[in-house]
């Protein structure tokens, strides 16, 4: 609309087809050629100078990702220097770096690099004292750069889970030296989280370390601890009551509902903001959820119990039509035992 249609001239869009076929029957060549030098076993420089060629182009092709890994292992390890080998693999990690800043959310170049610095060679020194000039020296120059790197791409897309998910790879697998502690990761995570509260993977990584936390030292969940993530979460519901990032964390938080005080005051938290947004369908959703663990503590309040959830349900049906159908399915087994069965085996929405 508004914009100025110009004329195309049929000789111009021909050339530019031929063009495109003489890229692609390139692109096919080269692919043939590198394909029948792995099923030759061909282990060489040229061979590896080939797949960096042909995957600088195509970073998906995971084949002859895997035949360039196949390079290192027959060729660099075993006829390279480790100081040739460490270099090598620093120029794999320049490259696939290059390759992210135009597809950050390619698996392949992220297990690459997991697989460099897998293979990433002992230091020249003699001690293993972390240092760089110990044993560990090239791990800890290795695995300190992609922790620049990680929170130079989170500073450009913090949502993107391709890169939290090999945060938290180098922080489980790094040298001891650079192992952060849980307050640490606790602290990224919050700072991520009040910047945008949308994002689901600083939620989803601070459940995990809770998680960890909480099955080490069971004594650290306190009570005043979850009620501080409560007033957390809390934040975010009313902030961004229709993101689902916040009331998964919230009801990662609740679990079986064991104890009814908690669900109470959560109930009542979120029937207040129900008054401020009624057509939440989130809202309407967790207050169904948490009255139905509410039940098993308090059966005698059956009947005010299933006539909220029939009246939330009803709502639900008529602001998301899409769901109308799983929801009159819920109605018609509110206090099905088969419900009670299942969230003691499966405790919560796992973040």
Not at 37 to 59: M, R, V
Not at 254 to 273: A, W
Not at 300 to 327: F, G, V
Request: with cysteine; proline share 4%.
């Amino acid at each position: 609309h508004g914009i100025k249609r110009t004329k195309v001239d049929p000789a111009a869009i021909a050339a530019r087809r031929e063009k495109e076929k003489e890229k692609l029957r390139a692109y096919l060549a080269l692919e043939k050629q590198i394909l029948d030098l792995k099923g030759a076993n061909e282990w060489s420089q040229e061979a590896l100078h080939l797949t960096e060629q042909f995957l600088s182009n195509n970073p998906e092709h995971y084949t002859i990702w895997n035949y360039r890994r196949d390079i290192f292992t027959n060729f660099v390890f075993k006829e390279r220097t480790p100081e040739e080998s460490h270099k090598l693999l620093f120029s794999d990690l320049a490259f696939t770096t290059t390759a992210l800043k135009r597809h950050p959310k390619v698996y392949t170049l992220w297990n690459h690099r997991r697989w460099c610095l897998q293979n990433m060679p002992d230091g020249p020194g003699s001690a293993d004292d972390g240092g760089k000039e110990g044993k560990e020296g090239w791990k800890v120059s290795a695995w300190s750069q992609e922790m620049i790197i990680v929170e130079k791409m989170l500073s450009m897309d913090e949502r993107n889970f391709h890169v939290w998910n090999y945060r938290r790879y180098i922080l489980s697998h790094c040298p001891p030296s650079m192992k952060r502690t849980d307050a640490d990761e606790l602290a990224n995570t919050t700072r991520y989280i009040e910047k945008n509260h949308s994002n689901f993977s600083a939620w989803h990584q601070r459940s995990l370390v809770y998680a960890k936390l909480w099955t080490e030292k069971p004594e650290s969940k306190t009570r005043a601890l979850l009620d501080k993530e409560f007033e957390l979460v809390k934040q975010a519901l009313w902030m961004a009551p229709d993101d689902q990032s916040g009331w998964m964390y919230h009801r990662w938080l609740i679990g079986t509902g064991d104890d009814p005080k908690v669900l109470e005051r959560e109930i009542g938290v979120i029937e207040e903001l129900l008054e401020e947004e009624p057509e939440s369908r989130w809202c309407l959703n967790s207050l169904v959820h948490y009255k139905r663990l509410l039940l098993r503590h308090k059966p005698n309040e059956q009947t005010q119990l299933t006539e909220d959830c029939r009246q939330s349900l009803e709502k639900l049906a008529l602001i998301d039509q899409k769901r109308r159908q799983r929801y009159s399915d819920i109605g018609t087994n509110l206090w099905s035992p088969i419900y009670d069965r299942i969230t003691k085996h499966y405790p919560a929405s796992t973040l």
